[in-house]
């Protein structure tokens, strides 16, 4: 997939969401959808992040009355014919029994915990939709954590510049080892992610000599 050919409706604009959408404009995709728990806007031109980032700010934190797109529901947001979607509101917004079936996206990225269904996770399998797991997806926030803590334990503090090279290292790694232990085991992103972490807590446990 081509980014800057490419479209994407993120659900929720507080840190997780209006960053993600921040990040996916400087990628070079177009946002055409946006939301918060007040309101939902599309835009088929495409949305100002920054000016949607803006109003939220002198609006109290919420999107309503925002002016940069046409007022729709939640629920049309995640069903809109995007390349790209990203949960990053609440749990369970991606249902068997209500939407999964309607999902139009190419590829999901969980920025909410737990966004998705078990049950609404295996349609989405059938129907060839690649969804990148929240345990991967919005990991980066612990990963930084824990250079907090290295950092606190060392009493040596990194540049902001630093830290983000740290975490967008340690992130692609994290990628490349889930894809390419689904490609392994041909099982989906989340399963291949559980797989790689069972796999370092059994390492961890015989290099103690535990067994």
């Avoid at 997939?1 to 969401?17: E, L, S, Y």
């Avoid at 509101?89 to 078990?118: D, F, Y």
């Avoid at 975490?167 to 692609?172: F, L, P, V």
Wanted: hydrophobic share 40%.
């Amino acid at each position: 997939m081509d980014p800057t050919k490419c479209t994407a409706a993120v659900q929720g604009f507080g840190n997780v969401g209006s960053i993600t959408a921040a990040h996916f404009v400087a990628a070079g995709l177009k946002i055409v959808g946006i939301s918060d728990h007040t309101a939902a806007f599309y835009n088929a031109k495409g949305i100002d992040i920054q000016k949607a980032m803006a109003y939220r700010d002198k609006h109290k934190g919420i999107l309503k009355g925002f002016k940069g797109g046409e007022l729709i529901s939640n629920e049309e947001l995640l069903v809109l014919k995007t390349d790209v979607l990203a949960p990053c509101a609440m749990e369970n917004q991606i249902r068997a029994a209500t939407n999964a079936s309607k999902i139009k996206a190419k590829l999901i990225v969980e920025g909410a915990n737990g966004p998705t269904t078990a049950k609404a996770d295996e349609i989405l399998k059938n129907h060839g939709i690649t969804v990148i797991p929240d345990i991967l997806a919005n990991g980066g926030g612990v990963t930084v954590s824990y250079f907090e803590w290295v950092q606190n334990r060392t009493g040596y503090y990194y540049r902001e510049e630093e830290v983000n090279k740290r975490a967008d290292a340690w992130m692609k790694k994290a990628f490349d080892s889930v894809w390419s232990t689904a490609q392994h085991y041909n099982v989906t992103l989340r399963i291949a992610a559980y797989i790689v972490a069972l796999q370092k807590v059994e390492r961890a446990i015989k290099s103690r000599g535990n067994y």
